[in-house]
């Protein structure tokens, strides 16, 4: 049985969604995840528990063709590798991993042994060829044993194998499984729009994913409605730090966004999306705290065969003065698969006996049956 999503609360979102309201509405995106969980307990140390996973987005599945891209952070308390090359060379190469913190390299050293095995590369010259994985990361360690690395190179692996198109596990999966968001049970989400545009106006399509990590609960925010004021109880049970090691509602997680689109962009152009996704976030509360890791990456599907190492490329590109109704794509879907990620997941316990506690749905289901009258 599906998880519920946002809008079975009955929260109301702007802007209309794709068929699955997820990246992979974009076509030829296909995500995976490897969601690893085991042990109870106190252990620590390396030892477990573990609650935590990988999440892969591939952005024209398996094949390999490079798509233009661009990057952002609001605040860079995190980390997004590759990204310098990415910047320079306007293309994203290699598929997007999501993980923990602390996996970040196991998870890089995976994707570049994927890719030699996978033939999803150039060459250079002769049998030379070099690439720069993207990896991205929010940190899980008050649910899982961050330290003890558990994230293996199979469970890289897996994600990218068992990648696809259509409807995307929300929740406590993939590389989203140990997350906080607002001081409930985060993690992955996703959502698209369609907006005007194309050849014969068929429609662009937005599509975003979210590993949500971050935000206080004192700011959660709902359809313009303070929540996080009316949702005072369930907060997170944490037995590991002393009381006063942490400022009341201080922000110390982090959020990763991915924007795809098949709307014809160049590098710059998907750059101003990226500067788009921090309205999303703000809208349900987050704030770019000093602790926080708030880092963005846009690709365009449009103009397949544009990377070329050598000769020129003859590529589309969409006028900025039709661009806007793109950046409202982008806040919206942002709002709506960090809400998703939020109603999908549930209670978990982890390292310690640390409890974190789902969004409570009757509660906020009446709340918006309230506003609307019914």
């Not at 103009?303 to 969409?318: C, D, H, M, Q």
Request: with cysteine; hydrophobic share 35%; proline share 5%.
């Amino acid at each position: 049985m599906a998880n519920k999503r946002a809008r079975d609360l009955g929260i109301p979102f702007r802007g209309t969604p794709g068929r699955h309201n997820a990246i992979t509405d974009v076509s030829g995106v296909e995500v995976g995840l490897t969601t690893v969980i085991s042990g109870e307990g106190t252990a620590g140390g390396g030892r477990g528990p573990v609650r935590t996973g990988v999440t892969a987005i591939l952005p024209r599945g398996k094949k390999f063709d490079p798509v233009y891209a661009g990057w952002d952070a609001l605040n860079g308390n995190g980390e997004m590798t590759g990204t310098t090359w990415l910047r320079e060379s306007g293309f994203l190469e290699t598929p997007v991993v999501l993980t923990n913190t602390f996996s970040v390299g196991v998870a890089r050293d995976a994707v570049v042994r994927w890719i030699d095995r996978h033939a999803y590369r150039s060459y250079l010259i002769g049998d030379l060829w070099y690439t720069y994985p993207v990896v991205a990361e929010t940190y899980d360690g008050q649910l899982n044993d961050i330290v003890g690395q558990h994230v293996t190179s199979g469970h890289v692996d897996a994600a990218l194998d068992g990648a696809a198109s259509g409807p995307v596990p929300e929740g406590n999966v993939g590389g989203g499984t140990g997350m906080v968001c607002h001081g409930f049970k985060g993690g992955t989400g996703t959502s698209s729009r369609i907006v005007p545009g194309g050849r014969q106006n068929s429609g662009y399509t937005v599509g975003v994913l979210v590993q949500a990590n971050h935000g206080t609960r004192k700011l959660f925010t709902v359809a313009g409605i303070p929540l996080g004021e009316q949702i005072t109880d369930l907060m997170p049970e944490v037995r590991i730090g002393s009381p006063d090691s942490r400022k009341p509602g201080m922000e110390t997680g982090s959020i990763v966004v991915i924007v795809a689109t098949d709307a014809p962009l160049l590098p710059h152009q998907l750059g101003r999306l990226c500067r788009r996704v921090p309205i999303g976030i703000g809208l349900v509360g987050g704030r770019g705290g000093n602790e926080s890791g708030d880092i963005f990456l846009a690709f365009s599907t449009a103009n397949p065969g544009a990377f070329k190492r050598r000769s020129t490329s003859r590529v589309e590109s969409l006028a900025n003065d039709e661009m806007t109704p793109l950046f409202e794509a982008v806040v919206d879907a942002t709002e709506e698969a960090i809400l998703n990620a939020l109603v999908a997941a549930e209670t978990m316990t982890g390292i310690h006996g640390n409890r974190v506690y789902r969004l409570p749905h009757d509660r906020v289901a009446d709340i918006f049956r309230k506003r609307s009258g019914t």
